[in-house]
């Protein structure tokens, strides 16, 4: 199972991008087990742990300013990706990695929110990846999936599949869907 721990320096840089882009971002929705910074910094530490996991050198993905939306994360195989990073708690965690989630159960989707679900049109493929809430210092990669099949089958929503609704609209996409993220290894 690949991971990736999330070094001091990665963290301290986090902090930096995430001060930087402050005031050009838009927060799509808030979750009440952490602060819009630290959920800030959490994004990029998911970028910068891809980037690792990917043999790339985290460092040289970093933007010169945030005046805009990005166009992309990351670049693999000349696809552009966009890197998606949640907190999971870790029995749930478990289930996910150990591929034994279900997807119409709690945890068994991986949300994009409505607010972000017309920026997938910029990019070529989403790597979903997630970071234990207990554990939160290593990075797991889930998986990817082309950005055309989300946008074409998984339309946000408010309703889950097993009932209940989502604290946002969010596209649902099921887990059992993502490829490998080994297959992206050059």
Known sequence: MIKVLISDEMKAQAKIEAQKRDAFIKHHFEVEHLSSEERDELGFWGEFACS????QDWKQ???ENYLTID?????VNGKRI???T???PEGFARKILSKEINDDK???????????FDLLSKYDLVIFGLFIR????????????ETKIITDQYLPTYDRPYGGRYP???SPVPTSLLKPFNDLLI
């Open 82 to 84: 966009d890197v998606k």
């Open 61 to 63: 993905n970093i933007r």
């Open 134 to 145: 207990e554990i939160p210092e290593v990075w797991y990669p889930l998986g990817y999936l």
């Open 168 to 170: 946002f609209p969010a």
């Open 71 to 75: 166009s992309y994360d990351i670049i």
């Open 86 to 88: 949640e907190t999971v």
């Open 106 to 116: 709690a945890y068994g989707r991986r949300l994009i929110n409505k607010g972000q």
């Open 52 to 55: 690792t996991a990917l043999h």
